[in-house]
């Protein structure tokens, strides 16, 4: 097992893939991305790949926006029964409801170099899935699209998709995957115009040079234009 965190979350993202497939969440073809994810981790020196990071990034980032669309917000559920959970402890910052964030590590027992930051919301559940060191973004959500912007820019740019998660089994498609340039500073995608009932969260995957995040947040019908934290206690679908 490699003791480089970035190879050691490649394997983690591998295991992700075949639990899906193993789920029946995802076809059986995607077991050669599973692979090529494994392959890219346990590769002994820097020789060329057989295809591009950029491309194998880009196809991770097409899985993680097909199973957000298909499963919901919990991607890293995938990984249950072979990983551990730090304590959570504080951060001192806001969900974009206004609720208190909390953290902790998820490390695969048998892989604690691909350990994952979780950033937990009080009100709403999973919030951010990083890479340990990781930093969630500050969101805005405006009438027609949601921008994150991102802590620190993107060094060799990245890819990302979006979908709205299926809560109450309502599957839904998720967004192309778009290409971000070197030097991006946030992410902004479209959002739904279809009102489908009930309260739903918007999810965006993001993957740059190797490493993948996943960041979500309350959507209400009326698409709530509110850029600042709402009042602790009020339910998060409040406009």
């Known amino acids: 097992m490699p003791d480089d965190p970035r190879a050691a979350r490649r394997l983690v993202?591998?295991?992700?893939?075949?639990?899906?497939?193993?789920?029946?969440?995802?076809?059986?073809?995607?077991l050669a991305l599973a692979d090529r994810l494994a392959a890219a981790a346990l590769r002994p020196d820097p020789a060329p790949a057989p295809a591009p990071d950029g491309e194998?990034?880009?196809?991770?980032?097409?899985?993680?926006?097909a199973t957000l669309a298909?499963?919901?917000p919990d991607v890293h559920d995938y990984?249950?029964?072979?990983?551990?959970?730090?304590?959570?402890?504080r951060t001192g910052l806001p969900h974009h409801c206004g609720h208190r964030l909390l953290r902790l590590r998820i490390v695969p027992r048998d892989l604690p170099a691909g350990a994952l930051a979780l950033y937990v919301c009080e009100r709403c559940g999973s919030a951010h899935t990083l890479p340990p060191g990781g930093e969630p973004p500050r969101a805005v959500l405006g009438p027609d699209t949601l921008t994150l912007h991102l802590a620190r820019p993107l060094a060799a740019g990245g890819r990302y998709t979006a979908a709205r998660q299926p809560i109450g089994g309502h599957p839904e498609a998720a967004l192309p995957v778009a290409e971000l340039?070197?030097?991006?500073?946030?992410?902004t995608v479209p959002l739904p115009?279809?009102?489908?009932?009930?309260?739903r969260r918007i999810a965006v995957a993001?993957?740059?040079d190797g490493e993948f995040s996943v960041h979500q947040l309350p959507l209400t019908d009326d698409r709530s234009t509110r850029t600042t934290p709402r009042k602790a206690g009020r339910p998060c679908w409040t406009p």
């Open 13 to 30: 993202q591998s295991r992700i893939v075949r639990s899906a497939v193993a789920a029946g969440d995802r076809p059986g073809a995607d």
């Open 56 to 65: 194998l990034d880009r196809l991770l980032c097409a899985f993680l926006g």
């Open 70 to 72: 298909r499963r919901g």
């Open 79 to 89: 990984l249950s029964g072979s990983v551990g959970y730090s304590p959570e402890e």
């Open 181 to 187: 340039a070197p030097g991006a500073r946030e992410v």
């Open 193 to 199: 115009r279809d009102g489908a009932p009930g309260l």
């Open 206 to 208: 993001l993957v740059a």
